[in-house]
Nanobody, 116 residues
Framework: QVHLEESGGGSVRAGGSLRLSCSASASYSDIYIMGWHRQAPGKEREQVASINRFDVKDYEGSVKGRFTISRGKPRNTVHLQMNDLKPEDTAVYYC??????????WGQGAQVTVAS
């Protein structure tokens, strides 16, 4: 399994920005996809954003245009830049990574709180 170190999160006012980061113990060549899910109180966990080994990106509809996922240096690190944050973005954000032929690995979660 991949060990993930997740950082970022915090508390901001509506319209503010935060950046999440996630570093994987595995090499880039062994990882098919990385990204984030989030879970808000009383809601189901949902996909937020992902980037696969071919650098194809995918976003949940409500964050598209506001969030940007990208690879860092080294390439087994990914970042999620979150701009124009809204109260409905409040959730715990869980980084994930999937190695080829294996189940997802998960980070410890980062709390994002957006005040009205």
């Amino acid at each position: 399994q991949v060990h993930l170190e997740e950082s970022g999160g915090g508390s901001v006012r509506a319209g503010g920005s935060l950046r999440l980061s996630c570093s994987a113990s595995a090499s880039y060549s062994d990882i098919y996809i990385m990204g984030w899910h989030r879970q808000a109180p009383g809601k189901e966990r949902e996909q937020v954003a992902s980037i696969n080994r071919f650098d194809v990106k995918d976003y949940e509809g409500s964050v598209k245009g506001r969030f940007t996922i990208s690879r860092g240096k080294p390439r087994n690190t990914v970042h999620l830049q979150m701009n124009d944050l809204k109260p409905e973005d409040t959730a715990v954000y869980y980084c994930y990574a999937r190695e080829l032929g294996q189940d997802n690995s998960w980070g410890q979660g980062a709390q994002v709180t957006v005040a009205s």
